[in-house]
């Protein structure tokens, strides 16, 4: 079953303008959670992460949002880049119980020039 | 430079023949990791290790072994590898994370993996 989702396999955005991934999670336990990004035939890297104690997290063009209650939390990219075209997986932890991680089934997003 | 090595990248084998497939990290991170990516399921973790001689199953560990003997090693052990495991498999390192924003994992370039 799986605990982290992104509904969203695929994003299409025009260079420039903002990319917004969402990712939903069901185990209220996950205080930390990470953004990687993974180009073809690459292992992913990572983008950026937050825990549970903030609601927000920026560096740079990119941004995460972590909105507790909802279980939910979003990635937002400003502006978006052509070389942003990748997919995106979301992944969270539960700090408590070890460091299991769990991934989402990711966003391919494609910027368009 | 900092890296996480993966041995082989590709390999094509047969049902029931054991395989090895190494991972070695340059970082001198405790933290090592083994995650398998199939369409439409994203990145499942099989095994984890917090440290040398410690190491945990993560979600799909069935079928799969691994090992910790030294820091920088982690090698995934597939006893009798079997069509299901057909996959792309990646290695990855970290310090032990805590909740430090710049915890994060280093994944190596993955494994291409089909069992005919």
């Known amino acids: 079953d799986q605990q982290v989702k992104q509904n969203s396999p695929s994003l299409s955005v025009q260079e420039g303008r903002i990319s917004i991934l969402n990712c939903d999670y069901t185990n209220s336990m996950f205080d930390y959670f990470l953004w990687y990004k993974k180009y073809p035939a690459e292992g992913p890297t990572f983008l950026i992460s937050i825990s549970s104690i903030k609601d927000k997290n920026e560096d740079g063009r990119f941004t995460v949002f972590l909105n507790k209650s909802a279980k939910h939390l979003s990635l937002h990219i400003v502006p978006s880049q052509p070389g942003d075209s990748a997919v995106y997986f979301c992944a969270a932890s539960d700090s408590g119980t070890g460091n299991q991680f769990y991934f989402g089934t990711g966003t391919s997003l494609t910027v368009i020039p | 430079e900092a890296q996480v090595t993966q041995n082989p990248r590709y390999l094509i084998t047969v049902t029931g023949k054991k395989l090895t497939v190494t991972c070695s990290q340059n970082?001198?991170?405790?933290?090592m990791s083994w995650y398998r990516q199939d369409p439409g399921l994203g990145l499942r973790q099989i095994y984890y290790s917090m440290n040398v001689e410690v190491t945990d199953k993560g979600d799909v560990p069935e079928g799969y072994k691994v090992s910790r003997k030294e820091k920088r090693n982690f090698p995934l052990i597939l006893e009798s590898p079997s069509p299901n495991q057909t996959s792309l498999y990646f290695c990855a390192s970290s310090f032990v994370l805590g909740l430090a924003d710049t915890d994060t994992q280093y994944f190596g370039p993955g494994t291409r993996l089909t069992v005919l």
């Open positions: 970082m001198n991170h405790e933290y």
